[in-house]
């Protein structure tokens, strides 16, 4: 297993071998860690280390060598990469779609139960996730609207990314961001998620109002997308990641 530091000391970023290929390790020393814990991010497959200040990065690094059978058993119990290739199909908003490359046309569009992709075979990848995109952020954005005007609240802007960390985020001033793989699961998921964040423009914390506010909004209780979210949620993070 080799180590090389690429980040600053403040959060180390090491590269070593595992399960066949070049992986990062983050370590982040933390003030309040009594101990050291290994970790492997089940959305990208990132190794997190956290470390007492204190402790030595050597005697770090010696740990987590003596870890490496469990680092590779994780690794392996990961979702399966799924590259963005033509034939395979996708669901999308509760729909499952084909993709299929095309040699005409210039841009993506849906056809039934079809997502026809123009040529070249280099772009699809990239056309595919722009498609998806898209699709996401009108969702996103009707939905959020919807909600809204159910609380009575305003919103401030409307905007997707590909977090790690969560599926949605609200700002004090109002402003929404959400992961735009919500488009990948199933529409109750992600509604469920808009009125979770709407909800923030009630109550900026999760107390038992808030989450009051978040059922009476959605009209039943979360807790099933919640649950879809905890254990399925992390597949679809590996939509266009190559193995």
Same mark, same amino acid.
């Given at each position: ?60 690094? +010696?740990?987590?060598?003596? +870890? ?86 305003? &919103?401030?802007?409307?905007? &997707? ?14 402003? &929404? ?18 009125? #979770?964040?709407?909800? #923030?423009?009630? #109550? ?27 254990? #399925? ?11």
């Amino acid at each position: 297993m080799l180590f090389r530091r690429t980040a600053p000391p403040t959060e180390t970023e090491l590269v070593f071998e595992a399960g066949g290929r070049s992986r990062p390790l983050i370590v982040r020393r933390m003030a309040q860690a009594r101990r050291m814990r290994l970790s492997v991010d089940p959305r990208d497959g990132g190794v997190r280390l956290v470390m007492p200040n204190r402790a030595s990065l050597r005697a770090a690094i +010696k740990w987590v060598e003596s +870890k490496r059978d469990w680092i590779e058993a994780a690794l392996d119990a990961l979702p399966n990469a799924r590259p963005i290739e033509d034939g395979m199909t996708i669901e999308v908003a509760g729909e499952t779609l084909r993709i299929e490359l095309t040699d005409t046309g210039r841009i993506v569009r849906r056809s039934g139960d079809r997502l026809i992709v123009p040529r070249p075979d280099e772009l699809l990848a990239t056309r595919v996730t722009r498609w998806l995109r898209a699709r996401a952020l009108e969702r996103l954005e009707a939905e959020t609207t919807r909600f809204a005007t159910l609380a009575g609240v305003s &919103i401030g802007r409307v905007s &997707i990314g590909d977090p790690r960390a969560r599926w949605g985020s609200c700002s004090a001033n109002g402003d &929404i961001r959400y992961s735009w793989r919500l488009i990948l699961a199933p529409p109750e998921v992600l509604e469920a998620t808009v009125a #979770h964040e709407v909800a #923030h423009r009630l #109550h900026m914390d999760h107390s038992r109002e808030f989450h009051a506010a978040v059922q009476r909004l959605l009209g039943r209780d979360p807790l099933p997308e919640r649950n879809w979210l905890r254990e #399925h949620g992390r597949h679809l993070y590996w939509l266009g990641r190559e193995p």
